[in-house]
């Protein structure tokens, strides 16, 4: 199957749904100790999807996203344990990042 098959097969969710999603990656999983690794790697790719659907996004969503930012940078060592190697550069999100610590998140998101 070639990309473009791939891509057609592949679900395309709401803003609503990724959100929905986001939240429930860092409130449940990834402080959970099953799969943490992957988890972790599912949050941050929705985190990044959403990244490029902000203007989707209601005012009390950016907020929540924003709540759930905390949460996750709270968790950057957990984070870190699936990104010890990460393929994203230095000037990527700061999510991304999370494996150098809380330092590298806005300061508002910071514990």
Same mark, same amino acid.
């Given at each position: 199957?070639?990309?473009?098959?791939?891509?057609?097969?592949?679900?395309?969710? $709401?803003?609503?749904?990724?959100?929905?999603?986001?939240?429930?990656?860092? $409130?449940?999983?990834?402080?959970?100790?099953?799969?943490?690794?992957?988890?972790?790697?599912?949050?941050?790719?929705?985190?990044?999807?959403?990244?490029?659907?902000?203007?989707?996004?209601?005012s009390?969503?950016?907020?929540?996203v924003?709540?759930?930012?905390r949460?996750?940078?709270?968790?950057h060592?957990r984070?870190?344990f699936?990104?010890?190697?990460?393929?994203?550069?230095a000037?990527?999100e700061w999510?991304?990042?999370?494996?150098?610590?809380?330092?590298?998140?806005?300061?508002?998101?910071?514990?």
């Amino acid at each position: 199957m070639d990309r473009s098959t791939l891509a057609m097969k592949a679900p395309v969710f $709401t803003v609503e749904q990724e959100v929905l999603q986001y939240g429930i990656y860092v $409130t449940e999983c990834i402080p959970d100790d099953y799969n943490v690794d992957i988890d972790a790697l599912l949050a941050l790719i929705l985190r990044d999807s959403l990244e490029q659907r902000w203007n989707e996004l209601s005012s009390a969503q950016h907020q929540y996203v924003q709540q759930l930012d905390r949460q996750l940078v709270a968790q950057h060592e957990r984070v870190a344990f699936a990104l010890p190697h990460p393929t994203k550069s230095a000037d990527g999100e700061w999510w991304w990042r999370l494996h150098e610590g809380p330092q590298v998140a806005p300061q508002e998101l910071r514990p």
